[in-house]
């Protein structure tokens, strides 16, 4: 079976010591009682878990460490990890090459506990003591609230480092001898398959990705997980899992990309163009109405700069902040330009300076509408630009057939105040009557640029 193979179908279980596994898990006090004895230990060295828990390890194994190596062990103390090959006897007297990875850790009520890992080792390689003193090891050690994991070809975890249970509320004993996949989320296992892969064919190089797994509590965090192959180290002989929580990096960083999203949407079924540019007029940002005022596509119009389509006056206007005017404060402009299909329109622009966190203006966000129709009645009827936005709307509801009292009524104004407003506008376009005004605008469509914005 293949490293693909084994990563998607190694079978898990959450309390690491699944039946079907070959990677031997036994846990002893450090009074010498066995108090972990798994499945793969039984089938290995053939005494079953009644025959063995609570009784001296010593006693019942020949284990094939002496003295000076169980002194090394000690002294690699709680935050090392401990890595031999030795030679095992089973119950049946045959003997068994094992290598074994072990730690001193903590036990479920808090008390130390030795935890070891085997496999059986079918060809033998150079004994090692690895410790956090030795030279291979320094570069491995656990830093800050890093967590350090051990593991085989096949993802078998070996050795679990101390701030395990900080960072993901399991003891080392629910981990060593499972899976690796067994915690990792469904969604990223393949990348992480995908990198194993290429990690075990070129052992020279490292990886780092971000992967979620889930916790005690059976809640996913993300996490940045390198990995080195360092199988072919004889003092290692494992892959290399530094593992750091970036949960809150992400969260963060997906609540502001949704935030953007749903301010892009916002700003996209919107009425109005929004056109942001620096300094020098390039576009830094333009919706898709902006790119259907100015008759081009969105990929060409985030390549232009505002003198693609405006004279020197109105680029001075989209693109300079006005030197001392307070972030908000709008300039106001319409503006004539000919669409690249050569139609002459005109834009009303409301453009506001946009700043960086210290109040330096970057440049200059736009929002801008098409008020041709209005602009061109403005060519053809002198002073209609002097009437006020009530007026307007008195005026409009006039061409529509309304008469002072429904307009009253519709505008909650009292007639005198509707005749008053005609009175204004009469002086203002130079007509003596309501029938001369119709007659003036009959054909025009009457907007006001300002309710668009509004």
Request: hydrophobic share 45%; glycine share 8%; aromatic share 6%.
């Amino acid at each position: 079976m293949d490293s693909q193979e084994l990563l998607a179908t190694a079978p898990g279980s959450r309390d690491g010591h699944d039946t079907e596994r070959s990677t031997v898990v036994i846990g002893i006090n450090l009074v010498g009682e066995v108090i972990v004895w798994s499945p793969a230990a039984a089938r290995l060295l053939g005494w079953s878990a009644a025959e063995v828990l609570g009784r001296p390890a010593v006693e019942l194994i020949d284990w094939g460490v002496d003295a000076r190596d169980a002194a090394k062990f000690l002294f690699v103390g709680g935050s090392g990890v401990w890595i031999r090959e030795h030679v095992v006897t089973a119950k049946s007297g045959k003997r068994i090459r094992l290598r074994t990875t072990a730690s001193i850790v903590a036990g479920p009520d808090g008390a130390d506990e030795v935890l070891a890992s085997s496999v059986e080792v079918l060809e033998s390689t150079v004994s090692t003591v690895m410790s956090t003193g030795a030279q291979p090891f320094r570069a491995l050690v656990e830093r800050g609230s890093d967590l350090m994991l051990l593991c085989a070809e096949d993802v078998t975890i070996s050795y679990a480092g101390p701030s395990l249970s900080q960072l993901f509320g399991y003891l080392p004993r629910e981990l060593v001898g499972g899976s690796l996949s067994d915690f990792v989320h469904p969604e990223d296992v393949p990348a992480l398959r995908h990198d194993w892969e290429s990690l075990l064919a070129h052992p020279d190089r490292e990886t780092s990705l971000d992967v979620r797994i889930s916790n005690r509590t059976s809640r996913w965090r993300w996490v940045e997980l390198r990995i080195s192959n360092l199988i072919a180290d004889a003092s290692v002989a494992a892959m290399v899992l530094n593992i750091r929580d970036i949960t809150e990096q992400r969260e963060a960083a997906d609540a502001l990309a949704a935030k953007e999203e749903l301010l892009r949407s916002i700003v996209d079924a919107g009425f109005d163009g929004v056109w942001v540019v620096d300094h020098s007029g390039a576009t830094v940002f333009a919706n898709a109405r902006m790119a259907e005022l100015l008759g081009v596509s969105e990929a060409a119009l985030a390549k232009a700069v505002v003198s693609d389509f405006f004279d020197a006056a109105a680029c001075e206007l989209l693109r300079t902040p006005v030197p001392g005017r307070p972030t908000g404060i709008r300039v106001e402009a319409d503006i004539p330009f000919v669409r690249r299909d050569g139609e002459r329109r005109w834009l009303s622009i409301s453009a506001v300076p946009y700043r960086d966190g210290n109040g330096h203006p970057l440049g200059t966000v736009s929002l801008c509408s098409d008020v041709t129709d209005h602009a061109q009645l403005e060519e053809n009827v002198p002073g209609l630009h002097r009437l006020s936005r009530r007026e307007l709307e008195v005026v409009r509801r006039l061409l529509d057939g309304d008469r002072v009292p429904a307009i009253a009524d519709q505008l909650f104004i009292s007639q005198s105040t509707i005749r008053n407003h005609l009175s204004s506008v009469f002086r203002k376009l130079r007509v003596r009557s309501q029938q001369e005004l119709i007659e003036l605008l009959r054909g025009h469509r009457l907007t006001d640029p300002g309710e668009r914005r509004s």
